[in-house]
């Protein structure tokens, strides 16, 4: 279905280009989530909704959480998730500008949700590859992946459906 009025709201009632169905490891069996990727206007919406997050009480806690898709579509691996591999990268830069970082996640008691559009992918660049899920904020400035903390959620991102 052709998007009515080039609206990014119209995505919503179209079949996503690329999905992933996010997992949490050992530590975190409640943790799970969908993203879905939409191609638009030469670049990428991507749609992320997320349960089960580690969730901090306290007042000032930040329950922020990295969010990168990683070069390798595998889920498994010694260390959570290792198998997938570093953050994908077309243009060998250097963090924050990889192809694959993402804007925070912020957790609103265990649930997060977010929307956002870029041009440093399109979804049919990042079928194979990995989202994960990271255990603290991306710091912008640590070489070469952020000091994001443990992997604590991985999905293969498929074609969409």
Request: aromatic share 10%.
């Amino acid at each position: 279905m052709p998007l009515q009025n080039n609206s990014i709201m119209s995505l919503m009632s179209v079949r996503s280009a690329a999905h992933g169905d996010i997992a949490g490891d050992a530590s975190h069996p409640r943790l799970r989530g969908k993203v879905d990727f939409y191609p638009y206007k030469g670049g990428t919406v991507m749609i992320a909704e997320l349960w089960g997050l580690p969730y901090d009480p306290a007042p000032c806690a930040a329950n922020i959480f990295a969010m990168h898709i990683h070069s390798v579509g595998d889920c498994s691996g010694d260390m959570p998730f290792s198998a997938a591999g570093a953050h994908y990268d077309e243009g060998n830069c250097p963090h924050p500008a990889h192809s694959g970082d993402l804007p925070p996640l912020f957790g609103n008691r265990g649930y997060g949700w977010q929307a956002f559009y870029t041009e440093r992918f399109t979804p049919k660049n990042i079928i194979g590859k990995a989202v994960i899920i990271h255990a603290q904020r991306d710091d912008f400035t640590t070489q070469p992946a952020g000091d994001a903390g443990g992997r604590i959620g991985c999905g293969v991102i498929r074609p969409g459906r």
